[in-house]
């Protein structure tokens, strides 16, 4: 775990991940030991096997699951009361990065189902993964005296049309997170907290794929000077959740990179740029297309320019 990741606080049901077949399915009640907030549950699923823990916990609770598989096929997916495998997903951590932790404040108080699986691949080779799997449930933020940030060092809105995102931040020097908050909403206006490996700098706002319904985007940098961006999009100007924007891939596309990223949003278009150093061009442009995804929204690398 990088940092202890926190993918987190997506309220919203923005996450779709294939699970396994319900009649491969075996269901287990998790309960905590009197005067304890915390359990770990050693589990085992073979090929399309898996195992749906069901977890009673509270609206404005918060929610810790950490997985660890001796199997890296091995994911789960997080149901708010009311749905399960199959239905769209409060977090899934095939959408993270790599690490299989979840820390997130709840917004619904019931059984919420945290189904454990194996990708398409190894199940049908009917693979084996062992694991142990810990939930916590807690009151407040582990860590914090309360669950928003009070007096946060980053403190910024951008606005599109009609609605608003506020991100806020404490910029800890470790374990550094963000809250962005929407308004303008018609149905949740619920935030997503994120832990980021570095300081918050910007946050923008801006329609990429020109459905009405507007994106923002959190730019932080790192130690070393990398700014990195975290793309969150809204559904019919109902309700937001995380865009899945993983690193493009191509030969070269990275050769002289050393960080100095600078991030813009337009219709249409997301791009990144950055200086290229020991070659004749200066400055690389990468741009993205917004595009529905299996899973979530992504962003699809579209084509790259040098000048």
């Known amino acids: 775990m990088k940092t202890l990741p926190l993918f987190s606080?997506?309220?919203?049901?923005?996450?779709?991940?294939?699970?396994?077949?319900?009649?491969?399915?075996?269901?287990?009640?998790?309960?905590?030991?009197?005067?304890?907030?915390?359990?770990?549950?050693?589990?085992?699923?073979?090929?399309?096997?898996?195992?749906?823990?069901?977890?009673?916990a509270r609206d404005k609770q918060f929610l810790d699951v950490k997985l660890e598989p001796d199997n890296e096929s091995t994911d789960f997916n997080i149901y708010i009361p009311g749905r399960g495998p199959g239905d769209e997903a409060l977090f899934a951590s095939a959408m993270g990065d790599g690490s299989r932790h979840y820390l997130g404040q709840l917004y619904k108080t019931g059984d919420h189902s945290i189904s454990v699986f194996m990708n398409r691949a190894a199940a049908r080779q009917g693979k084996i993964s062992n694991f142990k799997i810990t939930f916590t449930v807690t009151d407040g933020q582990p860590g914090d005296d309360a669950p928003a940030p009070v007096g946060a060092k980053f403190d910024k809105s951008a606005s599109y049309e009609t609605i608003t995102f506020r991100v806020t931040s404490p910029q800890a020097a470790e374990g550094n997170s963000f809250t962005i908050t929407p308004a303008g909403l018609s149905v949740s206006n619920e935030p997503i907290t994120m832990q980021v490996n570095g300081k918050v700098t910007e946050v923008m706002a801006q329609d990429i794929d020109g459905d009405?319904?507007?994106?923002?985007?959190?730019?932080?940098?790192?130690?070393?000077?990398?700014?990195?961006?975290?793309?969150?999009?809204?559904?019919?100007?109902?309700?937001?959740?995380?865009?899945?924007?993983?690193?493009?891939?191509?030969?070269?596309?990275?050769?002289?990179?050393?960080?100095?990223?600078?991030?813009?949003?337009?219709?249409?278009?997301?791009?990144?740029?950055?200086?290229?150093?020991?070659?004749?061009?200066?400055?690389?442009?990468?741009?993205?297309k917004l595009k529905p995804g299996e899973a979530m929204k992504r962003l699809v690398f579209d084509r790259q320019s040098d000048y």
């Open 9 to 56: 606080i997506v309220l919203t049901l923005s996450t779709v991940v294939a699970a396994p077949a319900a009649d491969e399915t075996r269901t287990e009640r998790v309960k905590f030991e009197a005067g304890k907030s915390s359990a770990t549950i050693s589990g085992k699923i073979t090929g399309r096997e898996s195992v749906v823990y069901q977890l009673n």
């Open 212 to 288: 009405n319904s507007p994106e923002a985007t959190v730019i932080f940098e790192t130690a070393k000077g990398h700014r990195l961006a975290k793309v969150f999009t809204t559904f019919a100007g109902k309700s937001f959740g995380e865009v899945n924007f993983p690193e493009p891939e191509g030969k070269g596309l990275f050769d002289g990179y050393q960080g100095g990223d600078e991030y813009e949003m337009m219709e249409n278009t997301f791009v990144r740029r950055f200086p290229l150093h020991g070659q004749a061009a200066k400055t690389r442009q990468l741009q993205f």
